[in-house]
């Protein structure tokens, strides 16, 4: 279980890294230009693609077992940690509120956004049915 605990936190904080770079690209050039919810309908794609190629190398890197224990615990732990990382970068350094941020998951943006963190959530769970699916095959 901890090899799944430590992949989450890994795949956490690659893709934060990313999200928060891309995410000032999106609010700082592409907003503006194209409207919030084209820019995150442009943004997610790209994100989803990084989510699925880290949470495959977090699983192999740390070994996570092919159990559904260990994959949910990484994509739990990995979307507990956004969500937290979210609500304290709202907090602290955009002067927002949690209910503010609960307010923006009801926008079609948001709402995109929103599901994009729970296929993030997914992914380590979803890479190992796509190995159990290609052994059948």
Partial sequence: MIAAVKAGVVYLVLIFAAGF???????????????????VALELPLMLVLSWIVCRWSVRYYVVPATYEARLTMG?????????AEVVLTVS??????LKLLAAYGTAEGA??????????????????????????
Avoid: D, N, W
């Fill in 93 to 98: 350094l955009f002067e927002g509120t949690i």
């Fill in 76 to 84: 739990e732990v990995a979307f507990l940690l956004l969500i937290g």
């Fill in 112 to 137: 995109l956004g929103l599901i994009g963190q729970i296929a993030y959530a997914a992914f380590p769970l979803l890479q190992m049915r796509k190995r159990l699916f290609k052994s059948y095959a």
């Fill in 21 to 39: 770079a891309l995410g000032s690209l999106r609010i700082l050039v592409m907003t503006a230009a194209l409207g919030p919810l084209l820019a």
